[in-house]
């Protein structure tokens, strides 16, 4: 038991020793962290909740319609996906916050993927930080 108890000492030793030895390495030949990406923000949306009495009133919950109507207007460029993570009508483009892309109808991975924003086109995805899909 004891024996067990050096041999764990002494691998965390050599571990932590390894670790300090690359993290130095590192920093002389000038590898720092990547810093986070700064997205752009995030305009607020036009049809906010008024404040009532009894808290906020509802806002239109037709959300293909609204869409629609946003599209036509130039209003906004994305919207939040549907409940099933799908995109409404009118903006088929599905981002990804995570990764970064942005996947058009027809791609590869576009049914599989869970949207976070929801474009109409694919230069309002490219202006706010997102890339196309490889394929």
């Known amino acids: 038991m004891i024996t067990m108890l050096r041999r764990l000492f002494w691998l965390a030793l ?3 020793a390894g670790y300090a030895v690359w993290t130095a390495w590192q920093h002389q030949q000038g590898h ?3 810093a986070a990406p700064e997205w752009p923000p995030i305009d607020p949306p036009d049809s906010t909740p008024t404040p009532t009495a009894a808290g906020f009133a509802e806002v239109a919950s037709d ?4 869409a629609e109507s946003a599209a036509r207007s130039g209003d906004r460029r994305w919207v939040e996906p ?3 993570g799908a995109c409404p009508e009118g903006y088929p483009i599905k981002a990804n916050d ?3 892309i942005y996947h058009v109808p027809g ?3 576009y049914e599989r993927t869970g949207a976070e924003r ?3 086109r694919a230069e309002d995805a490219e202006a706010d930080g997102y890339r196309a899909a490889k394929s």
């Open 14 to 16: 050599l571990g932590g």
């Open 118 to 120: 929801c474009y109409a």
């Open 107 to 109: 791609g590869r991975f």
């Open 63 to 66: 959300e293909p319609a609204a």
């Open 98 to 100: 995570n990764s970064g």
């Open 82 to 84: 549907l409940d099933d």
């Open 32 to 34: 720092e962290p990547a």
